[in-house]
């Protein structure tokens, strides 16, 4: 655009990551810089593409394992911050666009406290908006992609910015096209500048979901207003030392280390019973395809099969033999004292100490119940 100018990349002098991410581990890189505006964010991507570095663009640190050795290219901090609304397409709603680096619960907070409801079951979840699609994140049965109707994002191998729907990003449990997964590279490389979401206009709502109800405690199907589900999650997140606190190292993690388990019905069955487990909604939408050439009037039968099954975790990891609060000999990394689900750096642990932890909990449920436990959070310069 004419007249238009290139802001300034702000390079700062390198921050260790240990003091920028939740679980306290990680060397300084070589470089880094602050992006606090859009126009900065684009500038300081296009500058770290150009210059060939290797590259983490950074959010609140808070999904992210990092190794112990200085990480060999340009950390970029987005901090941009900003709600702002438009009007949906449907009645009765409205939509909300955010800029990536603003604080996640943040967003809740005000869509709970206008009346915007659709994210107040994932209260208190740490870490920025931006991350939230990439991670497709949830709890209590509630996740992103129930509200989520676009991102904008910039690309690193065309340095272009477009507009993305939520159906083109791949989401799953835990997962989407953009997640660096431990051991694989992300199907497409780019950072999200923004975030669409699309809430009901609503200071209360019945809730459905079997995980939410149990959370809560509900046993009637009365409206409940936003604002007690809110504070109920809150207690219930502060209880298992997901709410972060600098004074309990409960918090210092990065909450859950390991997924809950998808497995079929089949292995589902063959765990205890008493293993808590949740069917995985099965594809509602499916479409079946049929070659004119062969078509003969007939539709086929479609199969029907059992639904995949979500398993705990947590429970297989304690009924494998960690208890809460378990640590190995001489090493400052512990599983929780309030959650067997989240590993902690209870002060000045390496990432070394973290990794040996989380091996050694795979192999017990390994052995136990033949599943391999994966890493939720992304893993930079880290082996399990």
Known sequence: MAGSTVPDVREIPPLRLSTLTTLRTGGAPERMVEAHTREELIAALADVWERGDEWLALGGGSNLFVGDESFEGTVIRILTRGIQEIPSPHPGRIRLRVEAGHGWDELVAYAVEHGYAGL?????????????????IGAYGQEIQETLVEVELIDESTGEVSTVSAADLGLGFRT?????????????????????????????????????????????????????????????RASKGMLLDEHDPDTHGVGSFFQNAIVTDAVARTLPPE?????????????????????????????????????????????????????????????????????????????????????????????????????EPVLLGVEL
């Not at 107040?120 to 497709?136: F, H, K, L, R, Y």
């Open 120 to 136: 107040e079951a994932m209260s208190g979840i740490p870490g920025t908006v931006g991350a939230s699609p990439v991670q497709n």
């Open 176 to 236: 989407s096209v953009l997640k660096h997964h431990y051991g694989h590279e992300p199907q497409r490389r780019a950072v999200i500048l923004s975030v669409t979401v699309d809430l009901l206009v609503a200071g209360e709502r019945v809730v459905r979901g079997e995980q939410l109800r149990r959370a809560l405690g509900l046993a009637s199907d009365d409206p409940v207003p936003l604002t007690w589900v809110r504070e109920r999650i809150l207690a219930t």
């Open 275 to 375: 293993c808590p487990r949740w069917p995985v909604a099965p594809d509602l939408d499916a479409v079946t395809v049929i070659p004119l050439s062969s078509y003969d009037g007939l539709v086929p039968v479609t199969k029907t099969e059992a639904p995949d099954v979500k398993v705990s975790a947590a429970w297989l990891i304690e009924q494998a033999g960690i208890r809460k609060g378990f640590k190995l000999p001489r090493s400052r990394a512990s599983v929780s004292t309030k959650h067997a689900l989240a590993l902690t750096n209870r002060g000045g642990a390496t990432a070394a100490e973290v990794s040996e932890l989380a091996r050694f909990i795979q192999s017990r449920v390994h052995a136990e119940f033949g599943l391999v436990l994966q890493p």
